[in-house]
T-cell receptor
């Protein structure tokens, strides 16, 4: 149980284009999903908390108009990187909590999406 | 605020035991997680401590002292496949994780 998928696993795009990344909880419902970014040899940095049916909560320094998050259902959250630039190249990872599982503090991570902006 | 410290790198020998320490300073502590992350992959959950003491899970054990703001991950009978980064993360009152910088463990034959 507690499987989280992400799509795509890798994407290469031109500067100025937008890229959408999907995060799905496959066998459980997740009212809350999290989006992280990880640069090489660095730890995960939380970008935003995605809540089903409401607006995402962004961490300080993360531009909400650039990183659009939509959490339309209990099993799907999307992150859209708008007008991507080379500095946005990174490893984007989502995680989800199992709302209905007792002691539901554990976050389960998706496999990550490696974004390369040329 | 939150501040999590762990060593950047460690090296150990196959078959040995290694202890990875983590200290934290946080407001609204709500548990301490350890994750394993192989290069280029997402983290995988190893352990969660919310009460003081040692939690054992096979070759991996995790310890927590809330009064000291201290945790460690103990890996026994090291295998080559244990070479990875180990991330310490605290769960604050808002149930959000803050990660330490990670400890890159290299297991040598």
């Amino acid at each position: 149980g507690a499987v989280v998928s992400q799509h795509p696993s890798r994407v290469i795009c031109k500067s100025g284009t937008s890229v959408k990344i999907e995060c799905r909880s496959l066998d459980f419902q997740a009212t809350t999903m999290f989006w992280y970014r990880q640069f090489p040899k660095q730890s995960l940095m939380l970008m935003a908390t995605s809540n089903e049916g409401s607006k995402a909560t962004y961490e300080q320094g993360v531009e909400k108009d650039k990183f659009l998050i939509n959490h339309a259902s209990l099993t799907l959250s999307t992150l859209t990187v708008t007008s991507a630039h080379p500095e946005d190249s990174s490893f984007y990872i989502c995680s989800a909590r199992d709302f209905f599982l007792a002691g539901a503090d554990t976050q389960y991570f998706g496999p990550g999406t490696r974004l390369t902006v040329l | 605020g939150q501040n999590i410290d762990q060593p950047t790198e460690m090296t150990a020998t196959e078959g040995a035991i290694v202890q990875i320490n983590c200290t934290y300073q946080t407001s609204g502590f709500n548990g301490l997680f350890w994750y394993q992350q192989h290069a280029g992959e997402a983290p995988t959950f190893l352990s969660y401590n919310v009460l003081d003491g040692l939690e054992e899970k096979g070759r991996f054990s995790s310890f927590l002292s809330r009064s000291k703001g201290y945790s460690y991950l103990l890996l026994k009978e090291l295998q080559m496949k244990d070479s990875a980064s180990y991330l310490c993360a605290d769960n604050n009152a808002g149930n959000m994780l803050t990660f330490g910088g990670g400890t890159r463990l290299m297991v040598k034959p």
